[in-house]
């Protein structure tokens, strides 16, 4: 089955940094890779997803980018701010129509400090 | 939109007793995901449903683990009997298979606690 690894696992930044989080997989039929967010007390949010047919994609402050030979994804996240505080996951998954996998496997998640 | 909504929110038991815990997923959503939460293991996929249908438990950890969905918008996994490191954060998460958006929704979880 499929095995994504994160690093690092905790990160520590000053307010207007950036933040990057990395992440690889071991299954080459994986093609979809989105990244969560969560809270203290509340379940993991998507912000972000990248399916393998592109290499890079933004959101205002957050971009992932994913090289799909080496097999690894990064999470960038540009003018932190402590609102950005918390813990990250990034997740894979094949989405080969047909097929059953639709289940996501997880790493292990990087807890982001963002200190004023 | 309610959301996938989780009860209970908290949950403290004894070893030996039955617990249930309670999903009920965003309506048209036709998967349904448990996932366990650990310090340790991180997010663990225990079962997923598709249109009520178990599709993979390989996820449970034995046989004191069940799931089950008797309709489209109840879930619930249960352990009989209880035991200490089942102690974690329970999340149900749900998605559609059609459309664009791919991501799973998750509830905010049940914290288990088995002293």
């Known amino acids: 089955g499929e095995n994504v690894e994160q690093h690092p696992s905790t990160l520590s930044v000053q307010e207007g940094d950036s933040a990057v989080i990395k992440c690889t997989y071991s299954d080459s039929a994986s093609n979809y890779f989105p990244w969560y967010k969560q809270e203290l007390g509340k379940g993991p949010q998507l912000i972000i997803d990248?399916?393998?047919?592109?290499g890079e994609k933004k959101d205002q402050r957050i971009a992932v980018t994913l090289n799909k030979t080496a097999k690894h994804f990064s999470l960038h996240i540009t003018e932190t701010q402590p609102e950005d505080s918390a813990v990250y996951f990034c997740?894979?998954?094949?989405?080969?129509?047909?097929?059953?996998?639709?289940?996501?496997?997880f790493g292990k998640g990087t807890l982001l400090t963002v200190n004023p | 939109d309610a959301g996938v909504i989780q009860s209970p929110r908290h949950e403290v038991t004894e070893m030996g007793q039955e617990v249930t815990l309670r999903c009920k997923p965003i309506s048209g959503h036709d998967y349904l995901f448990w996932y366990r939460q650990t310090m340790m293991r991180g997010l663990e996929l225990l079962i997923y449903f598709n249109n009520n249908v178990p599709i993979d438990d390989s996820g449970m950890p034995e046989d004191r683990f069940s799931a089950k969905m008797p309709n489209a918008s109840f879930s619930t996994l249960k352990i009989q009997p209880s035991e200490p490191r089942d102690s974690a954060v329970y999340f149900c998460?749900?998605?559609?298979?059609?459309?664009?958006?791919?991501?799973?929704?998750f509830g905010s979880g049940t914290r288990l606690t088995v002293v």
């Open positions: 997740a894979a998954s094949n989405l080969e129509s047909g097929g059953s996998n639709y289940k996501l496997t």
């Open positions: 998460a749900s998605r559609r298979f059609l459309g664009h958006n791919y991501g799973y929704t």
């Open positions: 990248i399916r393998s047919n592109v």
